[in-house]
Nanobody, 122 residues
Framework: QVQPVESGGGSVQAGGSLRLSCTLSGDTRRRAYMGWFRQVPGKEREGVACAYGNFYADSVKGRFTVSQDSAETTVYLQMNSLSPEDTAMYYC???????????????????WGQGTQVTVAS
């Protein structure tokens, strides 16, 4: 069992940048496929990016970059050119295995972090 822990959220002005991190604790012997999701109150959680295959939601392509350390226990989300529409709680999630066309499906992920808030002011 693994536990993802997010960090790096905060408040920023529109056009600014933030870098989120997610580090796994627990049993990290098995490969973990890590993704980022976000959720706004009253809306469904949406997939943002996945380190496996470097998949991105259309809304963040060209602005966000996902990367992973060599040990594959920490994943980062570099967010540039932020807009108020990016304001959300951001979650890191871990899947035991992924296929490319389902990377953004919540059901593919077993472990979830507590989330880190990102607020972008206009």
């Amino acid at each position: 069992q693994v536990q993802p822990v997010e960090s790096g959220g905060g408040s920023v002005q529109a056009g600014g940048s933030l870098r989120l991190s997610c580090t796994l604790s627990g049993d990290t012997r098995r490969r973990a496929y890590m993704g980022w999701f976000r959720q706004v109150p009253g809306k469904e959680r949406e997939g943002v990016a996945c380190a496996y295959g470097n998949f991105y939601a259309d809304s963040v392509k060209g602005r966000f970059t996902v990367s992973q350390d060599s040990a594959e226990t920490t994943v980062y989300l570099q967010m540039n050119s932020l807009s108020p529409e990016d304001t959300a709680m951001y979650y890191c999630a871990v899947s035991p295995g992924l296929y490319g066309d389902t990377w953004s499906a919540e059901y593919e992920y077993t472990y979830w972090g507590q989330g880190t808030q990102v607020t972008v002011a206009s």
